[in-house]
């Protein structure tokens, strides 16, 4: 690719992977946080040990989900100055 202005293809590929990247993030951090809630329920925590625990698995839920997001889009980036 040269450092000229993008095309409008790559412009179209850089928002489907920036949205595909979004989507995936919220999934994942939605399906660890889904995880700790299931096993809170599933082994009766009550009280604040239940809130701590649902607290941590809202931190855990958010970090995967970066992570994902970051991964994806270092990811295509990488791609995209090799030029595939």
Do not use: Q
Request: charged content about 25%.
């Amino acid at each position: 690719m040269d450092m000229g202005r993008e095309s409008r293809w790559e412009k179209d590929a850089m928002t489907v992977e920036i949205v595909f990247a979004l989507v995936t993030a919220v999934a994942l951090a939605a399906a660890v946080f889904a995880v700790t809630l299931t096993l809170t329920l599933a082994f009766g925590v009550s009280g604040s040990v239940k809130k701590d625990v649902l607290a941590g698995g809202a931190l855990l839920g958010a970090t995967v989900g970066i992570w994902r997001l970051v991964r994806v889009l270092r990811r295509f980036d990488e791609r995209r100055r090799m030029g595939r």
